[in-house]
């Protein structure tokens, strides 16, 4: 999923960055949501830390309480995310050389006094290349929607009791695709096991296996025993081993 994070304390032009980014997305089928903060405060940070998909940031670089570049920093160096997209929204075109040049890869620095619709319509335009063009997504389609969802997201891929779908479970929500197992299964990559002939497993998520019970458990908590006999020697090779 698509998420745009925007933290403005000037409520008119939040309404306004909400409505350029709705209007913007009307043009594709893609599934997203904004989420809006008037400071960077503790649910801000919540969000930062949350674990829901792509997040793209539309950040003011002065608020009531914090500052942009501040919140920059704690997303790309405390939390070690260089895959979201920042962008730097502000009356305060001062600040242009201190946000650049502080090595936080930020998409762009966007004046409000300067053309500011177009050039967040131009950003958004990156953001939609990048998005599009990612590596190591799972994509398809789903009730005329476009899905892409992040390979280290997900936790695994079961199959829909008598159906020909499958429900991927990843660490913020479970999706419905129209695919066999078999079918999801040439999608991935080699983090991916099918351990059972219902059941895609990401080693990467898993927290151990133990041996005795034959249970998996996902590093958030979640548990199966599907594994079949002869796929337990390659999860014992790959993964966290309790005897």
Known sequence: MLNFVVCEDDLT?????KAIINNFMMSYDIEYEIHTFTSYDRKFVQMVKSDIGFKVYFL???TRNGSGIDAARFIREEQDDWVSLIIIVTAFSEYRYEALGNR???LDFISKLNNCKQKVIEALKVVMKNYDNREKTLNYEYNYVVHKIEFRHIICIEKE???KRCIIRTTYNDFIIPKTLSEIDKLLDNRFLKVHRSLIVNLDQIEQYEIKTGEITFKNGTKTHLV?????????NSVIVVK
């Not at 032009?13 to 960055?17: D, H, Q, R």
């Not at 079949?228 to 014992?236: G, Q, S």
Request: net charge neutral; hydrophobic share 45%; charged share 45%.
């Open 104 to 106: 936080l890869f930020l």
């Open 228 to 236: 079949a006999r002869d796929k337990k020697k390659e999860l014992i």
């Open 161 to 163: 009791q008598d159906s």
């Open 13 to 17: 032009f939040l309404e306004n960055m």
């Open 60 to 62: 003011d670089i002065k």
